[in-house]
């Protein structure tokens, strides 16, 4: 369980990185985006890679800190990122600047588009099209669990409780793209609907809908879509 909430702010560490960080902590004790860091090795067998099929172009609806859109965007996807939050859109979008000037980096970040807006207005607004819509809705606590990792806790602090993650999943069905793709604990139900296919890794899982398979269909039905 995560605790109460705490209010957090963006600053730079000491490295001169934006961080996410406790108001009022020293700095240098928060979460940083830093993706010199981020292993690769055997990315394509990944069970998030592989969920999100073909590669093309990829809307990450809840970016966060962006580990899932720099591995998504190793991998060769298009990533466009949303995040809602401006503290967390601060840091990502410095992590993503300082990936784009350093040589080593610099390809995988230019296949990344950050935008800072509601992913909900974004899928409604129907302006784009993508092959991949991805959602990592926060997670439901799991009671007795362990205490999250930081970088998580910070983020869910500044987003704020997720509330509207059923609406996410509607208007990704809306949007009429080829899969959906939800990352989930496996102690929590399916977001709306029985996935057509499911990618399981260690903590967790990947539920795959594809836009012509029967359980997304019977949901379009069901919700007029």
Known sequence: MSGSKQVVAAEFDPDGRMELIVAGEQPGHGAAVDFRRV???????????????????????????????WILAAAGFSVTAIERSSLVY???????????ADLRLATIASRIELRRENAVDVLQSNSDSWATIYLDP??????????????????????????????????????????????????????????????????????VYVREGSSLRAFRERANL
Not at 41 to 63: F, K, M, N, W, Y
Not at 90 to 100: C, F, P, T
């Open 138 to 207: 926060m997670y439901p606590p799991k009671p007795g669990s362990a205490l999250a990792p930081k970088p998580i806790r910070l983020v869910r602090d500044a987003v704020g409780d997720d509330l509207d993650s059923s609406n996410l999943f509607l208007a990704a069905v809306a949007a009429k793209c080829a899969r959906i793709v939800v990352k989930r604990p496996h102690h929590a139900e399916p977001l709306c609907a029985n996935p057509d296919i499911v990618f399981n890794s260690k903590l967790v899982r990947y539920d």
């Open 39 to 69: 292993t690769l090795r055997g990315i394509s067998s990944q069970p998030l890679v592989r969920a999100c099929g073909e590669r093309g172009r990829l809307l990450d609806a809840t970016a966060g800190l962006g580990g899932d859109t």
């Open 90 to 100: 601060q840091v990502l979008r410095d992590g993503v600047d300082r990936a784009k």
